[in-house]
């Protein structure tokens, strides 16, 4: 809004001109009309008039007239100003002349009467005189011009922080946390905008709500029937021959497992968004939590034969105020993406290091990593790389991505240097 008042001082500025142009050309015709008419008065006497004694500086400086009578064979009867350069002129009417190294304004009488006067005027005098008079007019304009381009430079300035206040608190919100943008100190001609703003943010909570919800409800409604299947599954195990029949029956074993893991995690999920869990009061300790997740998983990483383990560090103790089951769920998410995608006999290295005063944990893989142009987008719930073969529904580094965020953490993805694996970073703000 800031381009108004530049726009308003130019309105102004033109129109302060025009004022004075305008005030400057009526009074330059307000002092033609009176030489005209003593003109025209003293051209229509008969005979020689009287014209009363001027000096050179009545002219000069208080713009007297300087008036010349001459006769109609062009011989000067009378002046009132022996001092005018101005010779005789014969065509009727106005003229500029310079003359003596001074600009003059000088009416000529018109051939009807017995007299042929010239009635001059000092040029600077008239110039002066308008621009004085003018200016006193437009003075008060320009203070009034000023004074409004300071209130309307003060106006926009406020709206300006207002809108900036509105745009940072809106840059704010997410998905996880959509709130209502508060009204108390927005300006009035804004805030019909605002309460706009704020309707469209609780149609978009609502809907963000019932997506939820119908997720959430939808996989609990799929995990009761899937775990009955598994049951009946591993009870029909020992019924199962070899060959062909104990292929399929495998495959749809691990298809069902799939299933269930998926239910779960999308319901782990539902519950991370949904519910606005506050950081605890006490704080966690990094240190414990990271080997808890590691002992947990160690049995995956034996099963896939993959040395998982925790490289040492110069950080023996570390606190975080985070609800440990958010931590928990954030390690043990990164840690399991890790041992999923590394092949057997590969390695997966835990590191808590503490850069520049910011506490982080690196886990490190032997996979195969993932393209840069598609780091971000393995966030993004059931996204998986193209071509992947390793088992997986696409939700794990969106459930710890959005577990990292309560706790205040930031979670990033980049290949190795030397281009065999990939470090999955958790960093303290």
Sequence with gaps: ??????????????????????????????????????????SAQSGSPVLPTVGARQVHERGAYAVQVYGRSGGLQAASWQGLPVGFLDKPGFHDVRA???????????????????????????????????????????????????ILWGVVEMISRSIGDIARQAARQDEHSIAELPLSHVPREIK????????????????FTTQRRFVQDAAHELRTPIAAIGLQLETLRGDVGRGATRERFDQLELGIQRAQRLVDQLMRLSRQESVATEAASAEVDVVAVLRESINGLIVLADQRGIDLGLLPSDVTQATLRCPASDLRSVLDNLIENALRYTPSGGVVDVRLTRQGGKLAIEITDSGPGIPDELIERVFDRFFRVPGTSASGSGLGLAIARAAAQRCGLTVSLRNRVDASGLVARVEAG
């Design 1 to 42: 809004m800031m381009w108004l008042l530049p726009v308003f001082l130019l309105v102004g500025t033109v129109s302060a001109a025009g004022a004075y142009w305008t005030y400057t050309r009526m009074v330059a015709t307000f002092m033609d009309d009176q030489m005209s008419l003593l003109a025209e008065s003293l």
């Design 100 to 150: 003596g190294g001074a600009l003059w304004r000088v009416y000529v009488s018109d051939d009807q009467g017995p007299q042929h006067v010239q009635v001059a005027q000092s040029g600077s005098f008239r110039a002066h005189l308008a621009a004085e008079r003018a200016l006193a007019v437009i003075a008060p304009v320009l203070v009034l011009l000023l004074l409004s381009g300071l």
């Design 192 to 207: 019909p905008l605002v309460a706009s703003f704020n309707s469209l943010l609780t149609r978009l909570r609502d809907a």
